[in-house]
């Protein structure tokens, strides 16, 4: 079971894109150490591809979406991962209602990001689903006490039926988010050193 769940309403549009984002930066900071991701929809359109437009804007950015199928959000999906990444705030109280007891778990993508740049410490070191965990649980307990701007937009555009540069829009704002979710979870990567060129 995945450890990062992310949902949308047909799993064939936002949703893949940030699945595909979120493990290629994962798994470029973590190698096979990193957390597993995962999507689903709230009314999945189960087994379909990706809209071929998402799968151009995803490729674009370099992340290979082309072998995606949906499938559709259920109870058990919800239980059993550290978190549920809704990209509206539709699909987080969905997911919510799903399985209660799990809301602590359960954010919009952009309202984690904020609650985790908010927070007052670093993340902590150790194992990436440990700090994963951590971290998810400290931004669930600053919450709600977070001074919150209601005017704020919480949801990513769905692009479903527009043309093509809104899917590349949605893909560029989903490119970003994803970069600040990873650094507010994990803290930012390390910076890359060029290699030392080679002597003559």
Known sequence: MASILVVCTGNVCRSPIAEGMLRSILQMRFGDAAPSVASAGTAGWVGSAADPSSIAAAAELGIDISAHRARHLEAQDVSDVSLVLAMATEHRDAASHLFPGTVGRIFTLKELVRLLEDLPEAP?????????????????????????????????????????????????????????????????????????????
Do not use: H, K, N, Y
Not at 138 to 152: H, L, N, Q, T
């Open 124 to 200: 902590p070191s150790g194992r990436p689903d440990d700090v994963l965990a951590a971290q998810v649980s400290a931004a669930d307990a600053s919450r709600f006490g977070a001074i919150r701007d209601w005017r704020r937009d919480e949801d990513v555009t769905d692009p479903l039926g527009m043309p093509p540069e809104a899917f590349r829009a949605v893909a560029r704002d989903l490119d970003a988010w994803c970069a600040r979710l990873a650094d507010g979870l994990f803290g930012r990567a390390p910076a890359r050193t060029a290699p030392a060129p080679e002597g003559d």
